[in-house]
């Protein structure tokens, strides 16, 4: 894996520190994520729409209905930028204007392309499956004529993405240290909980381990 | 609280069953979020940034560095498109198709404006810290003149908001009930983990209450 080299769109810019460009960081931040947020304008007016992906290497993969105005637009080939976030942690300083949250997101800018032929339109839904829940895609029911037509994927290169991440303690103004206030970080994990069964379960289905074992860090 | 009259532009689309245009649902779903995405465009390039928020009655407030590319461009003006996404669970359904995410999330379109005067301007910090952690603003240091000017605060109204919301087991073909596939869902709760005290914290100062019980449900 090289290092992105950023362009001057997707170079952070407030905080230098902050900004961090080697691929694994953004695989690891992308491959943990499930859901991005889609950004994309139309007349003028810009939209962002939450929706799960994949990564395939080095592109993201988002999908959708094929009625979906989204998916329309962005199959045209218009500049998209698609931004996935963790929250990790609020970061409680003494003073109100250092009250910070412990992040780390990465921002794509580019272009769609639509994947139209079957082989790698099943591939892509194999991988969205197995992003969501590794190890589900032999446990489900494949895609049908009528499943593949009716859904449109799209992949979008990253060769134009960044990442940002915040870690650690708050950064306070010296004379600050002194305050009786408390200062620290509440961490705000995502815990799985137990699974939920359908209400229509047949009877004798065990919980698969892919699904007891479920935790996004990989 | 009456109900908001969703513009064409927010109306939902794709699943009307999924359009939940409520006040009260679109004020919860703000309230328990702490991350939105901002969709801004640049040279018909779409941005979209995560960042904190809190709600001022039907206003959403945004913060941000004065000396931020995002601040400037949406103090002038612009269209901009705010978006707020819980993640609840995964939906495993017996198809691949029909693999989906129980979420709620609202989408805010409208133009944000600029608040300069010093009174709503340390209002509206409040409101973000309490946002953030109800109850801190008296347990914190409260902004000095750098600080202020340091921040730029813009309000976009809620007029155009709309709310999106998944529930429930999975949908299934009619015929797929009868495959032994696992099939449910796995909640994915946001968890407050133990506070982590700044290393620099002095002695004998107690982990607030607010910081002890703290939960985004309200």
Same mark, same amino acid.
């Given at each position: 894996?090289t290092?992105? +080299?950023?362009s001057?769109?997707t170079?952070?810019?407030?905080?230098?520190?902050?900004? %961090?460009y080697?691929?694994e960081?953004? /695989?690891? $931040?992308?491959?943990?994520?499930? !859901?991005?947020?889609v950004?994309?304008?139309?007349?003028?007016?810009? /939209? %962002?729409?939450?929706?799960?992906y +994949?990564?395939?290497?080095? *592109? @993201?993969i988002?999908?959708?209905?094929?009625?979906?105005?989204?998916?329309?637009? @962005?199959?045209g080939?218009? *500049?998209?930028?698609?931004t %996935?976030?963790?929250?990790?942690a609020? !970061?409680?300083?003494?003073? +109100?204007?250092?009250h910070?949250? *412990?992040y780390?997101?990465?921002?794509i800018?580019?272009r769609?392309?639509?994947i139209?032929?079957?082989?790698?339109?099943?591939?892509?839904?194999? =991988?969205l499956?197995?992003?969501l $829940?590794p190890?589900?895609?032999?446990?489900c029911?494949g895609p *049908?004529?009528?499943?593949m037509k009716?859904?449109?994927?799209l992949?979008?290169?990253?060769?134009?993405?960044s990442?940002?991440?915040?870690?650690?303690p708050?950064?306070?103004?010296d004379?600050? /240290? +002194?305050?009786?206030?408390?200062a620290?970080?509440i961490p =705000?994990p %995502? !815990?799985p909980?137990?699974? !939920?069964p359908?209400?229509?379960?047949?009877?004798?289905?065990?919980v698969?381990?892919?699904?007891?074992? /479920?935790?996004r860090?990989?």
């Amino acid at each position: 894996m090289t290092e992105k +080299a950023p362009s001057d769109r997707t170079r952070v810019k407030r905080i230098p520190g902050r900004g %961090v460009y080697d691929c694994e960081t953004i /695989y690891e $931040i992308l491959d943990e994520g499930l !859901v991005c947020h889609v950004g994309f304008a139309h007349d003028d007016q810009p /939209y %962002v729409i939450p929706t799960g992906y +994949a990564r395939d290497g080095d *592109n @993201l993969i988002i999908h959708g209905s094929s009625a979906s105005r989204m998916m329309r637009e @962005l199959s045209g080939g218009i *500049n998209v930028c698609v931004t %996935v976030t963790h929250l990790d942690a609020l !970061v409680l300083a003494r003073s +109100a204007f250092h009250h910070s949250m *412990n992040y780390r997101s990465v921002v794509i800018l580019g272009r769609a392309t639509l994947i139209e032929d079957d082989a790698p339109k099943t591939e892509a839904m194999r =991988l969205l499956v197995e992003h969501l $829940i590794p190890g589900r895609w032999e446990g489900c029911r494949g895609p *049908n004529d009528i499943e593949m037509k009716a859904t449109t994927i799209l992949t979008v290169p990253l060769d134009e993405a960044s990442a940002k991440v915040r870690i650690g303690p708050p950064s306070e103004e010296d004379e600050d /240290y +002194a305050l009786t206030h408390w200062a620290g970080q509440i961490p =705000l994990p %995502v !815990v799985p909980g137990i699974p !939920v069964p359908d209400p229509e379960l047949s009877e004798g289905i065990a919980v698969p381990e892919y699904v007891k074992k /479920y935790g996004r860090r990989r």
